[in-house]
């Protein structure tokens, strides 16, 4: 397997968005796109992001001869990158022949750098397996997902940073509603105390729902897609079923990010 791409900046930022949710960065390949990401030990949340091919000057893949999913440690590939300057053309070489499972990354520019990384080890197996078939589920959870919208990406974090003071210190959680075609974010329950309406009074076409997450999680994911909207351009999805997990997604022409947070059933505050 082999890619190359001169888009070294964007290949950072996801990285350090990876390594923010676990120490694990897993990737799949197959031949139309190269899925990087990472999933909490504790499963509340992952998160996906799906680059298509034509992002890279260069991609090759053969699925009968190449492995199609790696681990890697996101903070050491987040520093490879990191190393990297802005300029310099990126190749990336994965090999995982039997006792041989390495990540091969060399840069060309004014000084020709080459890193080569082991990937975990076997024993991960089952953590693996798991990801993989949770991230190639993702579509068809959507399905299920009843509410599904479009939105502006500001009002969402806005709605979400404006809760922060009405949250007590033992349940840090809020309520994502949808009730007659308007939004809000509420910390007891639909209409409840804090509910932040969606001040440019939009109304969605979408089924009514309310369900419960970490506020922790809303934020800082709603904040991280934000980082990646430089041009202001992304489409924002949210879809979510009251007891599902929530997914929140931006898509663009080369890659889309993907959060799946999990819904609260409980006092748990994660």
Same mark, same amino acid.
């Given at each position: +397997? ?18 923010? #949710? ?21 499963? #509340?949340?992952?998160?996906? #992001? ?6 890279? $000057? ?28 802005? $300029? ?62 479009? +939105? ?6 806005e709605s979400v940073d404006g809760t922060d003071i009405l949250l007590s210190s033992d349940d ?5 509603? +949808? ?44 904040? $991280? ?34 959060? #799946? ?10």
């Open positions: +397997m082999k890619i190359v791409t001169e888009k070294v900046s964007t290949l950072v930022n996801v990285l350090k968005m990876i390594h923010s #949710v676990d120490s694990d960065c897993f990737i799949i390949i197959n031949e139309n796109e190269l899925v990087i990401g990472a999933m909490e030990s504790n499963q #509340v949340s992952s998160t996906f #992001v799906k680059i298509k091919k034509e992002f890279f $000057t260069e991609f090759e893949f053969n699925p009968e001869e190449d492995e199609d999913m790696f681990v890697v440690h996101s903070l050491i590939l987040k520093k490879v990158f990191g190393k990297i300057n802005d $300029t310099s053309t990126v190749f990336v070489e994965i090999s995982n022949k039997k006792n041989e499972g390495l990540f091969k990354v060399s840069t060309s520019g004014v000084i020709n750098k080459k890193y080569t990384l082991p990937l975990i080890a076997e024993s991960r197996t089952a953590k693996l397996n798991a990801i993989k078939s949770f991230s190639q589920g993702i579509g068809k959870l959507k399905e299920k997902l009843e509410v599904s919208f479009e +939105m502006d990406l500001k009002v969402f974090n840090y959680s809020v309520f994502i509603n +949808m009730l007659n075609g308007k939004f809000s974010i509420s910390v007891d329950s639909v209409g409840g105390t804090g509910g932040l309406m969606d001040f440019t009074m939009a109304k969605y076409e979408t089924p009514d729902g309310s369900s419960r997450y970490s506020f922790e999680r809303l934020k800082k994911y709603g904040l $991280t897609l934000d980082s990646f909207n430089k041009k202001g351009d992304f489409k924002f999805i949210v879809s979510f079923k009251k007891d599902y997990p929530i997914i929140m997604e931006t898509s663009q022409s080369d890659f889309n990010l993907i959060f #799946v947070i999990a819904p609260r059933l409980d006092n748990n505050n994660e």
